[in-house]
């Protein structure tokens, strides 16, 4: 299995620039987990879906962040429009809900920086 | 989730076990006790979990006390690789996991 697949790696915007990251689940999973780590906050869950349908957004920054899972093998978070403070390295999880216990499985991240 | 608690550095000689605590005193009784590690730069990579009773893999080993309050992790042979921030979780659904600060583990050769 190829894993949970992350692009880009790395982006560069500028302030103001629309942001749209993506996210490839393991193939068979059903829940898929957005998080972001900074120095200052360490990692902490953006949202996550259930079944490609949206659970638990409190972690949201602003309405500036959205995020989407139009079908079972993909996901994307997008900021709009992005400033600074949104420079993080963002990762994304999967996970099977069902079995002993729900591990969740990480992708590279994607490490974003606003300029 | 319980809250855990764990000491922010530790150091192993290489070849030798590297046994990193775990306080979960708050842990209840449908909770699984989780660990991931992350090596710099890397996304969280989990290594084992488990609920009432020790678990080994290929990665580590983990024991539970009996009244599940604490655990400890138990890397056999440490290598330079193993360098990474460990985080003990506890969790009971498919929901966010907490990962707190974690314990900053170095392997010195």
């Known amino acids: 299995d190829a894993g949970v697949i992350q692009s880009p790696r790395h982006e560069v915007t500028e302030m103001g620039q629309e942001v749209t990251l993506r996210c490839k689940p393991i193939?068979?999973?059903?829940?898929l987990f957005w998080y972001r780590q900074t120095m200052m906050r360490g990692l902490e869950l953006l949202i996550y879906f259930n079944n490609n349908v949206p659970i638990d957004d409190s972690g949201m920054p602003e309405d500036r962040f959205s995020a989407k899972m139009p079908n079972a093998s993909f996901s994307t978070l997008k900021i709009q429009p992005s400033e600074p403070r949104d420079s993080a390295v963002y990762f994304c999880?999967?996970?099977?809900?069902?079995?002993?216990?729900?591990?969740?499985?990480f992708g590279a991240g994607t490490r974003l920086s606003v300029l | 989730d319980a809250k855990t608690t764990q000491p922010p550095s530790m150091d192993c000689a290489e070849g030798r076990a590297a046994n990193l605590p775990c306080n979960h005193s708050?842990?209840?009784?449908?909770?699984?006790v989780y660990w991931y590690r992350q090596i710099h730069s890397q996304g969280p990579q989990y290594i084992i979990h488990?609920?009432?009773n020790n678990e080994t893999n290929e990665m580590a080993s983990l024991i539970i006390t009996e009244d599940r309050k604490s655990s400890t992790l138990i890397l056999p042979h440490a290598t330079l690789r193993d360098t990474a921030v460990y985080y003990c979780?506890?969790?009971?659904?498919?929901?966010?996991?907490?990962f707190g600060t974690g314990t900053r583990l170095t392997v010195i050769p």
């Open positions: 999880a999967s996970s099977l809900t069902s079995g002993k216990g729900r591990v969740q499985y």
């Open positions: 488990g609920l009432k």
């Open positions: 979780i506890g969790k009971t659904g498919a929901n966010n996991l907490f």
């Open positions: 708050t842990i209840s009784g449908n909770e699984y």
């Open positions: 193939s068979g999973h059903n829940s």
